[in-house]
C-alpha cells in the first residue's frame, strides 16, 4: 500500500504547479492594489491603513493555503499549531519593528 501512495505522489508532482501561479498572480495583485490604495488615492490615513492592513491579511492567507501548504498536514493539531507559530511571527516582527521605529528616533 505505500508503494502505491508514492506513485500517487509522483504523479501529482510532474504535474504543472497551477496553484503556485494562481497563488503568484493573486498575490501581485493585492500588493499593486495596496500600492494604488496608498498612493494613487486622496483617502484619509486611518481607512488607508485599514484597507492596507485587509489586504495583507488575506495575502497572509492566500500564502498560507497555496505556498505553505496548511491544508496537507497530517493531523490538525499540527496545522493549528503551525498557523498559531506563524501569527506570532507576524506579531513579533511588527511590534519590533514599530518598538524600534519609536524609540530609535
Known amino acids: 500500500m505505500n508503494e502505491n501512495q508514492n506513485q500517487v505522489t ?25 500600492l494604488w490604495i496608498a498612493v494613487g488615492l486622496s483617502l484619509p490615513v486611518p481607512v488607508t491603513i485599514t484597507i492596507i492592513v485587509g489586504l495583507a491579511i488575506v495575502q497572509a492567507f492566500i500564502q498560507l493555503f497555496m505556498f505553505m501548504h496548511v491544508t496537507e498536514g497530517t493531523e490538525p493539531v499540527h496545522q493549528l499549531i503551525g498557523i498559531l507559530f506563524g501569527i506570532y511571527v507576524a506579531f513579533v516582527v511588527v511590534a519590533g519593528t514599530l518598538w524600534i521605529l519609536a524609540y530609535a528616533l
Open 10 to 34: 509522483k504523479q501529482t508532482h510532474a504535474a504543472f504547479p497551477w496553484k503556485q501561479v494562481i497563488g503568484l498572480f493573486m498575490s501581485l495583485a493585492l500588493t499593486f492594489f495596496a
